[in-house]
């Protein structure tokens, strides 16, 4: 059974600062997303990742995956207020018939304080 | 707006009661997915469609749950006989599954339902 793990759960930074969220699934998979949360909203669609050594970056935030050792990371460079929210891993369940669900890690509540 | 939305947006109902929550997906997606998320963690898979048809179920989704989507665009989420455990965001999620570079798609999820039983 797929299980996703991400650390850490809760992130206090400063703004200016940088910071590694990581996520750990444990079985083979084709795809790994990352979302954003807001408090009391839905998710917003941030990277979809899709082979080994992929990178994507937007803004202050950067993807990387890394199938073999079935890690991603989020990295943040120079931290706004802004990007305080929940940041979600999520990864492709049925690697082997196509099927949609994606299994999600805890989440990671990051806070930027000034 | 072309995004997913859900409807309620809020529910509060007594345990016992039931209670069907409406999604409208993004038009011309294939899929569809309902998941729920509680408080502090991230959603769990419910259910998804490719079309009309029910194609994978959690077995979180007890015999008290139905979901359907009657024409292939928008879905319900029936609860019946609900209980407080059942107090939660209920998100549904579209996407457009392709033949080719299927391994592309990307979930889009509405705002949700937040149930509160009582």
Redesign the interface.
């Known amino acids: 059974e797929l299980k996703v793990e991400q650390n850490p759960l809760f992130l206090s930074m400063q703004e200016g600062k940088n910071y590694t969220i990581y996520c750990n699934y444990s079985t083979t998979s084709d795809r790994l997303y990352w979302y954003r949360q807001d408090p009391g909203k839905s998710l917003e669609s941030l990277f979809v990742l899709l082979s080994n050594g992929a990178v994507k970056q937007e803004g202050r935030l950067m993807a990387s995956l890394d199938t073999k050792a079935r890690l991603s990371t989020l990295h943040i460079t120079a931290a706004v207020h802004d990007l305080s929210a929940t940041y979600f891993c999520a990864v492709h369940a049925s690697f082997y018939n196509q099927g949609g669900k994606l299994i999600f890690g805890q989440g990671t509540e990051l806070s930027v304080k000034p | 707006d072309t995004g997913v939305s859900q409807n309620p947006r809020h529910k509060i109902t007594k345990r016992g009661q039931n209670v069907t929550f409406r999604c409208d997906p993004i038009s011309e997606h294939n ?1 569809l ?1 309902w998941y729920r998320q509680t408080l ?6 419910l259910t ?1 469609f490719q079309n009309e048809a029910q ?2 179920k959690s077995r979180l989704l007890s015999d008290r749950f139905s979901a359907e989507r009657p024409k292939g665009s928008f879905s319900t989420l029936e609860i019946q006989r609900t209980e407080q455990g059942d107090s939660a965001m209920y ?1 549904c ?1 579209s ?1 457009l ?1 392709r033949l080719a570079g ?11 339902t937040r149930l509160l039983v009582l």
């Open positions: 899929r997915y502090g963690q991230g959603p769990e898979f998804y194609l994978e998100l999620a996407s599954m299927g391994n592309q798609e990307t979930q889009y999820f509405g705002p949700g």
